[in-house]
Nanobody, 124 residues
Framework: QVQLVESGGGLVRAGDSLRLSCAAS????????MAWFRQAPGKEREFVAL????????YYADSVKGRFTISRDNAKNTLYLQMNSLKTEDTAVYYC?????????????????WGQGTQVTVSS
């Protein structure tokens, strides 16, 4: 099992930037990929971005492509999400997730371990 702890959320204005972090511990050697998901009030949790741990391959949801960047620091076992040009519609609780499956997936069911989430609120 992998333990995940997110940080870096907060209240910002539209157009601002924010960087989220997700520290992984436990069986980190088993991680194949990690991802960020988000859940806005009254909506289902949705995929944001993923990264393959070994080579840094990334994939993004269309809604964040060109504005968000997912990255990782293997030495620190930490995942990041750099969010630029934030919009009010980016307001959500952001979750990081880890997968041991050697298949990259955008569905929640593809991930084994989840963090507790961090709130991001973007005001107009």
């Amino acid at each position: 099992q992998v333990q995940l702890v997110e940080s870096g959320g907060g209240l910002v204005r539209a157009g601002d930037s924010l960087r989220l972090s997700c520290a992984a511990s436990g069986r980190t050697f088993s991680i194949y990929s990690m991802a960020w998901f988000r859940q806005a009030p009254g909506k289902e949790r949705e995929f944001v971005a993923l990264i393959r741990w070994s080579d840094g391959y990334t994939y993004y949801a269309d809604s964040v492509k060109g504005r968000f960047t997912i990255s990782r620091d293997n030495a620190k076992n930490t995942l990041y999400l750099q969010m630029n040009s934030l919009k009010t519609e980016d307001t959500a609780v952001y979750y990081c997730a880890a997968s041991t499956s050697e298949t990259l997936r955008t569905a929640e069911s593809g991930y084994d371990d989840w963090g507790q989430g961090t709130q991001v609120t973007v005001s107009s």
